[in-house]
């Protein structure tokens, strides 16, 4: 048996400044936009990290540029090994799991594979199988001082830090596993099916307070750019959203992360 696979968290340091990318959803010109207002490549090369949050890939009803996505991302991780941070998404995770999203009818788990298909032909089995390794190396949430990022939001069967060093992307299989929600999880007031782990504020500072943080950002629920939950704010970089963080600062609370939106013009 193959030995898994990545730490599920990864420690951002103090000093510099992070760009926070969520959502992309193979919009490859909107990653471009973001990357070129926040000078992204020119940042990273002065020692600046960034963070994109999952889901990269899986368009709806547009030019897919999920292809585009992941070699510019894979481009920017080789480049910049220590200060570009992938986490999973649901929509990578489908493909480490083999269980297909749905968007309305359209599985787009298969819609990928056919893209791959499409764009890299007879290399296109390879491609998948690269993509499906990145896929499972990827942290499940980054740490940054009291601030956690992950995809999704709360867990209430992640309890303490050291839960991380369990994680394994391949167990990951119904909502009541451990680390589901953290790919899943939607508020309720936007969602109040058992699959989305749907949670109020409460639950927030439930799951925050077990782990000894203050504040949670994720993407993944389609909010009009931005919207807080409690102590989570929600960014959705598909709506242009993302944020620019100066971590010599200290973030306890999302009112302290205002002055961190961006959205691109
Ligand atoms: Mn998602």
């Known amino acids: 048996m193959r030995k898994p696979l990545t730490t599920g968290l990864v420690t951002v340091e103090p000093g510099g400044k992070l760009i926070v990318i969520t959502d992309l959803h193979g919009k490859f010109y909107l990653f471009k936009k973001i990357i070129d207002q926040a000078d992204v490549v020119k940042s990273l090369s002065r020692g600046d990290y960034l963070i994109v949050a999952g ?75 690269e993509f499906v390794s990145l896929f499972e190396s990827l942290p499940i949430a980054a740490r940054i001082g009291s601030l956690l990022i992950s995809h999704a939001a709360p867990d209430l069967r992640v309890t303490s830090m050291d839960d991380f060093r369990y994680y394994n992307p391949r167990k990951i299989l119904s909502p009541a596993d451990k680390f589901y929600p953290l790919l899943w999880a939607r508020p309720k007031s936007f969602s109040t099916a058992a699959e989305d782990s749907p949670y109020i504020d409460e639950d927030v500072e439930l799951f925050l307070g077990r782990l000894g943080l203050s504040v949670s950002v994720v993407g993944h629920t389609p909010v009009d750019k931005f919207c807080k939950i409690g102590k989570q704010l929600i960014v959705n970089s598909l709506d242009g959203a993302y944020l620019d963080i100066d971590l010599t600062k200290k973030y306890k609370s999302v009112e302290d992360l205002e002055e961190t939106k961006r959205v691109v013009k």
């Open 55 to 129: 889901d990269f890939i899986h368009a709806s009803g547009e030019k897919d540029g999920s292809v585009e996505i992941l070699e510019m991302l894979i481009y920017l991780k080789n480049r910049f090994e220590n200060n570009v941070f992938l986490l999973l998404g649901n929509h990578e995770w489908s493909h480490i799991a083999g269980k297909p999203v749905f968007k309305g009818s359209v599985n787009q788990t298969a819609e990928f594979v056919k893209l791959l298909e499409n764009h890299y032909g007879l290399k296109a089995e390879a491609k998948l199988k």
